[in-house]
C-alpha cells in the first residue's frame, strides 16, 4: 500500500518562503512521477508542479512558475516543493501526489493514483 505524508507547512508572511516535504512508502519511489496539488478555501483543487520519476522532467502550473521549485531525492523517497516569493493567494492545502508511467504533462491533467491528507499553507498579507 502507498503511502505519502506531507510536512512543512504553516503560516508565512507575503514574500516569504517554504519547503514542502513528501515521503513516499510501500513502493519504490522510483517508479512514480511526483507532483504538488493544491486546495484553496472554496475552490477546486489546481495543480501546483510535477516531477518525472527520474528527475529529469519538472512542470509548473503558471500561477507559481518562477516561484516554486519541484524536485525529488529518490534514495530518501521524498520529493519536495519550495516556494519562495508567497502570496496571500497561494494560501491553501497542499496535497503530495503520486502516479505510476505517465509524462508530468498528464500528471498535470489527470490528477493522481495517491494522495498525501495534505498540509495546510497560510500566507498572511
Known amino acids: 500500500q502507498v503511502r505519502l505524508v506531507e510536512s512543512g507547512g504553516g503560516l508565512v508572511q507575503a514574500g516569504g518562503s517554504l519547503r514542502l516535504s513528501c515521503v513516499l512508502s510501500?513502493?519504490?519511489?522510483?517508479?512514480?512521477?511526483m507532483g504538488w496539488f493544491r486546495r484553496a478555501p472554496e475552490k477546486e483543487r489546481e495543480f501546483v508542479a510535477a516531477i518525472s520519476w527520474s528527475g529529469s522532467s519538472t512542470y509548473y502550473a503558471d500561477s507559481v512558475k518562477g516561484r516554486f521549485t519541484i524536485s525529488r531525492d529518490n534514495p530518501k523517497h521524498t520529493v519536495y516543493l519550495q516556494m519562495n516569493s508567497l502570496k496571500p493567494e497561494d494560501t491553501a492545502v497542499y496535497y503530495c501526489?503520486?502516479?505510476?508511467?505517465?509524462?508530468?504533462?498528464?500528471?498535470?491533467?489527470?490528477?493522481?493514483?495517491?494522495w498525501g491528507k495534505g498540509t495546510l499553507v497560510t500566507v498572511s498579507s
Open positions: 510501500g513502493y519504490p519511489f522510483s517508479g512514480y512521477a
Open positions: 501526489a503520486a502516479k505510476s508511467g505517465v509524462t508530468v504533462q498528464t500528471m498535470a491533467a489527470m490528477g493522481a493514483d495517491y
